[in-house]
């Protein structure tokens, strides 16, 4: 047997009554904000896409990518948590 919450439902009835189809698609949240300016995502990315190239072979790890996140753009990361500013 299946079970619904009853305010779950309700909400979804509320939302289909406001908003229709639209209803079924996630909305746009603001989330956390990056510690990275707009320029540093994008050349922490170019500098992921170019130490991939120069692997010749296999793919980067979150080890690599954290390497690049602590050297390049002094971030540190470790599995399991958020990036962070690098703190000494």
Do not use: C
């Not at 603001?30 to 120069?54: C, L, P, T």
Request: net charge positive; aromatic share 10%.
């Amino acid at each position: 047997m299946v079970s619904y919450n009853l305010q779950n439902i309700d909400n979804i009835r509320r939302n289909y009554w406001l908003r229709g189809l639209d209803s079924i698609y996630d909305r746009f949240r603001e989330g956390r904000k990056s510690i990275f300016a707009d320029k540093d995502i994008k050349a922490f990315k170019q500098a992921i896409v170019q130490a991939q190239q120069q692997k010749g072979g296999g793919r980067l790890t979150a080890v690599d990518i954290a390497q690049i996140a602590k050297n390049d753009f002094k971030a540190r990361h470790s599995l399991g948590t958020k990036w962070a500013p690098h703190r000494k």
